[in-house]
């Protein structure tokens, strides 16, 4: 299942260049679309490493819909009364929903414009939220905080841990994940403790922490590089990702409780109903990603890493769909749902359609 072959901004079949790029492929399990309608939801997902936002709904005949657009190193992203949220290299965009109840074009029925776009600068943001009073939240991994947008400067600082001496562009702890309880920050994920700069890589294996962020006391830790903390069904979940992990924090005992083992690095954690919906990436070849658990944990289970999203029964912890990516994507950030979407599309600026689209607030 490969995306629309009109899209300008796929690779020209005839240039040479582009021929010798290995294509995109995408696979799903064989009721993977059949599941997505039965859950009247489609997937919002990002790859920084391509710089790609990726649509995945369905199409009237009941095929797998793919739609997607560029952003130069997207990575966090989170669904909004009416839209989203988007980070990219130096910017933060907003997108806006411009479908009335019951339009549709083309047999899709969302069309995401990005509205408002803030410079921020390359802050390396990691996970966005909303809070209860309409404010965006986000990880601002670069200095090590959580931030929110400002309207004169490049972020505006809310929160560091404890251990933390001051704000400095150093990525000292690497501060990747946000869990929202009750519309306010609540959980954070750290690779590390660390206060130098880019102290977290020594820590890369068992360094990572989870931090409540009312008390900023360390809830959790021992882990291998955490991402993706959320909050649902009163049970504070979240994936670490240096040892292929999915489960939750058993917080009387002060320690993560793996659920489900899954063949890839983990990041981009979304739930809906009775599952969990889980990004795999490839790990890289390089320091970063080299010596930890995963390693391991791939060659006990005779397998190699994936690039994918598996959606896992929380009744049993079952792995039963999947969506697969081969070939030029071998890396995920972030995961979202969009409830009641059946096909959505977005705009963006590599092509002249966002000059053409224009609507008119009632």
């Not at 690779?11 to 309608?37: E, V």
């Not at 990603?289 to 005779?302: I, N, T």
């Not at 959505?344 to 689209?357: C, H, Q, S, W, Y």
């Amino acid at each position: 299942m490969n995306p629309d072959p009109h899209d300008p901004r796929l690779p020209d079949p005839h240039d040479a260049a582009a021929a010798r790029q290995p294509a995109l492929d995408i696979s799903t399990s064989r009721q993977f679309a059949a599941w997505l309608a039965e859950q009247q939801l489609s997937l919002a997902l990002t790859t920084y490493q391509i710089g790609k936002l990726f649509l995945i709904g369905r199409k009237p005949e009941g095929e797998l819909s793919i739609f997607e657009r560029s952003f130069n190193r997207c990575m966090g992203l989170c669904a909004t009364a009416n839209g989203l949220y988007l980070s990219s290299l130096y910017q933060v965009w907003r997108f806006e929903n411009v479908f009335t109840a019951g339009e549709q074009q083309d047999g899709y029925d969302r069309l995401y414009v990005p509205q408002v776009g803030y410079t921020t600068g390359d802050l390396d943001i990691h996970d966005l939220a909303v809070d209860g009073d309409g404010r965006l939240v986000f990880v601002n991994t670069l200095f090590g905080c959580l931030a929110t947008l400002s309207e004169t400067h490049s972020f505006k600082p809310l929160w560091r841990p404890r251990f933390s001496s001051r704000l400095a562009a150093e990525d000292r702890c690497h501060l990747n994940g946000l869990a929202m309880q009750d519309g306010r920050p609540a959980y954070v994920t750290a690779v590390s403790q660390s206060d130098v700069v880019d102290g977290w890589r020594d820590h890369r294996a068992d360094g990572g922490v989870v931090i409540d962020v009312a008390s900023d006391e360390v809830i959790a830790g021992g882990l291998s590089m955490p991402h993706s903390p959320r909050w649902y069904r009163d049970r504070l979940w979240l994936l670490n990702s240096g040892s292929g992990e999915f489960g939750y924090v058993d917080r009387a005992a002060g320690r993560f409780v793996p659920v489900t083992f899954c063949a890839g690095y983990l990041r981009g954690l979304a739930f809906h109903g009775d599952f969990a919906l889980v990004g795999l990436s490839k790990p890289r070849h390089n320091r970063t990603f080299s010596g930890l658990p995963l390693d391991d944990r791939l060659q006990a289970h005779g397998a190699e890493a994936r690039c994918a999203v598996q959606v896992i029964d929380l009744r049993r912890g079952d792995i039963v769909h999947w969506l697969r990516f081969e070939g030029v994507v071998d890396e995920l950030y972030d995961v979202v749902t969009l409830p009641g979407v059946r096909r959505p599309m977005a705009l963006g600026f590599k092509t002249d359609e966002i000059r053409r689209v224009l609507s008119i607030e009632g």
